[in-house]
Every structure is written in C-alpha cells, then in structure tokens.
C-alpha cells in the first residue's frame, strides 16, 4: 500500500507562487514514478507533471513548462511542485499519483498511476 497526501494548497495573487508537497508513505512509494494531476472548476482531471523515481528525468505539460517545477527528496519520500507566475486558469484541485509497476503508459495518462492522494486546492485571484 502506499498512502499519499498533499500539502501546501491554498488562495494566492496572480504572479505570485505556491509550493505544494506530497508526503508519501509505504515499502514501495521510493520506488516509483509519481506525478501531479490537477482538476479545475467543470474539468476534467489533466496532467501537470511527473518526475522518475531517481528524479533523473522530468515530464510536463506543454501549457505549464517553465513555470512549474517537479522534485522530490528520496530522504524524506516527499515529492514537491513548485508553482511560479501564477494564472486564474491554474485553480483547481491539485493530486499527487503513484505510478503503477510495469507497463509502458505514458507519464500524462491517469491510468498509468496505482495510487492517488486526497487533492489539495489550489485558487489564484485576478
């Protein structure tokens, strides 16, 4: 099992930033991909980001490179999104997946993760 939750939502300026976390717990949460999803106001859930389990390498949707970032920080098996030059647009629940072992799914795909956290919202002001 692995247990997922997010942290550091919250209301914030366009232009300003946000950093949100996602400390994740159980044997096999090192181990794997993660990535970060989010679900805005009559949306459907769309990818944001994902990063590999070394953090070697990175994924971002086309809208969101260059402002948002992707980390983690194996020692406290925490994964972060470091939001810059926030937009009105960007509000939305912001979830943080697991990848499933296995299998050759893109990173943007929601099916492609195991293991979902709660969401934490996120709203940027005009």
């Known amino acids: 099992q692995v247990l997922l939750v997010e942290s550091g939502g919250g209301l914030v300026q366009a232009g300003g930033s946000l950093r949100l976390s996602c400390a994740a717990s159980?044997?096999?949460?090192?181990?794997?991909?993660m990535g970060w999803f989010r679900q805005g106001p009559g949306k459907e859930r769309e990818f944001v980001a994902a990063?590999?389990?070394?953090?070697?390498?990175?994924s971002y949707a086309d809208s969101l490179k260059g402002r948002f970032t992707i980390s983690r920080d194996s020692a406290k098996n925490t994964v972060y999104l470091q939001m810059n030059s926030l937009k009105p647009e960007d509000t939305a629940v912001y979830y943080c997946?697991?990848?499933?072992?296995?299998?050759?799914?893109?990173?943007?795909?929601?099916?492609?993760?195991?293991?979902w956290g709660q969401g934490t919202q996120v709203t940027v002001s005009s």
């Open positions: 997946a697991a990848r499933r072992f296995g299998g050759s799914w893109p990173f943007s795909a929601p099916y492609a993760y195991e293991y």
């Open positions: 159980g044997r096999t949460s090192g181990s794997r991909a």
């Open positions: 990063i590999t389990p070394s953090g070697d390498s990175t």
